[in-house]
């Protein structure tokens, strides 16, 4: 008898323990990050390496197997140069290789501190003073020639970021004086010097974020912000 009543309190146990075992949650793959195709995954922006996560180096199909058709493709004595408006993205190739990668896009950023829009003392308070002055893709700017990066300034912000191959500049035609022009001036902005910022006419966005915004929607082309904030000051002046 006490055999049995032992095997019974068991046989319970067990029971037990497997019922609670059911009861609780299996545990779930983790979850993949959907990719949409021809859009970002990443904002980071490597010297002499990458930006978002186009990495010199790398077969030009492949980039057009992930972001598509280039808005235009413009066939230089030196490179290819792919230019994605969409994204203010600007890819060059040689020999079916990526050799730089450019970006205008105020979402790409070095480790959070330094990106498109920043100011230009920025970029030597990071990077130091050993950099040639020269063109980066139409601006002024600053080449890190060893570091593999380089600067465009519009005025005194930072308009367009550019990584390369270190030591390879003189590769890349966007680098270089007379460098192919990559993105066409943009004309007839939209008047947005009667709006309330960060009102809901605006989208809640400050007036240079949201003509930005508007000139994204109308043309697929991000302008940089000090260009937004320069052509909104002057909307301003022309209203007064």
């Known amino acids: 008898m006490r055999r049995f009543a032992a095997c019974l309190a068991a046989f319970f146990c067990v029971a037990l323990v497997d019922t609670t075992l059911a009861q609780q949650p299996q545990p779930q793959p983790p979850l993949q990050q959907p990719q949409e195709p021809g859009r970002p995954v990443s904002t980071r922006i490597v010297p002499g390496r990458s930006v978002a996560n186009i990495s010199v180096g790398t077969p030009i199909h492949r980039v057009f197997a992930r972001f598509g058709r280039p808005s235009v493709s413009i066939e230089t004595a030196v490179d290819v140069v792919h230019v994605y408006s969409r994204f203010g993205i600007t890819v060059y190739s040689r020999s079916n290789m990526v050799t730089a990668v450019s970006t205008t896009n105020s979402l790409m950023k070095l480790d959070q501190d330094l990106g498109i829009g920043y100011r230009a003392e920025t970029v030597p308070a990071r990077f130091g003073r050993t950099f ?11 080449i890190y020639d060893a570091r593999g990066i380089g600067f465009g300034l519009d005025r005194q912000a930072v308009a367009v970021i550019i990584v390369f191959r270190p030591n390879g500049a003189n590769q890349v035609s966007g680098l270089l004086p007379g460098g192919v022009p990559v993105r066409p001036p943009i004309t007839g902005f ?38 937004a904030k320069r052509i909104v000051e002057e909307q301003q002046r022309s209203a007064r």
């Open 132 to 142: 040639r002055e020269g063109t980066v893709e139409e601006f002024p700017g600053m």
């Open 190 to 227: 939209p008047n947005v010097a009667g709006l309330k910022p960060f009102s809901p006419e605006t989208n809640f966005m400050s007036l240079p974020g949201y003509l930005r915004w508007l000139v994204h929607q109308a043309s697929g082309t991000w302008i940089t912000y000090a260009e």
